[in-house]
C-alpha cells in the first residue's frame, strides 16, 4: 500500500488557529474542491476498493487501511464503481468519536494559505 500521509498533529482553538489556514484543492469530475489541511488525514493514490457496503440502496466502496475500513463516498451523490487517482481521506470527531471517511479525487494540487477570515468569508457563499 502506497500511502502519503499527512502529519496533521496540530491542535485547533480559537486561540492557536492563527491568522492564516491551509488549503488543499482537489478536484473531482471537473469540479474543485478547497479541504482545509487540517481535516486531511492522508491522501492514499491509487486506492484499491476491497469491499462494498450498501446504505439506503446505494452501493458505497471501502478501502482498507490497516484495521480501518474506509467508505469512499461521492460528494455529488453519484456512485463509485472504478476506484480513483486519489482517495483523499479525512477525519471526523463528534466528542469523543473518531472515524474516517474519504473522497474521490482526480488531482491534488499544492496547498496555499489564506487568512481565517477569507477562508470563512468563502463558507458562507
Not at 28 to 36: A, C, E
Not at 75 to 84: A, E, M, R, V
Request: aromatic share 12%; hydrophobic share 40%; charged share 15%.
Amino acid at each position: 500500500l502506497n500511502l502519503m500521509v499527512v502529519c496533521n498533529t496540530m491542535a485547533i482553538s480559537l486561540n492557536n488557529m492563527g491568522q492564516v489556514i491551509e488549503i488543499t484543492p482537489i478536484s473531482w469530475d471537473g469540479v474543485p474542491l478547497h479541504i482545509p489541511k487540517f481535516q486531511i488525514y492522508a491522501i492514499i493514490p491509487n486506492p484499491i476498493f476491497t469491499s462494498f457496503h450498501s446504505k439506503d440502496g446505494k452501493r458505497i466502496p471501502l478501502i482498507d487501511v490497516d484495521q480501518y475500513h474506509i467508505p469512499v463516498l461521492e460528494p455529488y451523490g453519484g456512485f463509485l464503481d472504478i476506484p480513483p487517482n486519489f482517495a483523499v481521506v479525512m477525519s471526523h470527531h463528534i466528542q469523543n468519536e473518531f472515524s474516517l471517511y474519504a473522497y474521490p479525487a482526480d488531482t491534488i494540487e499544492d496547498t496555499y494559505s489564506i487568512s481565517y477570515a477569507e477562508w470563512l468569508s468563502e463558507q458562507t457563499n
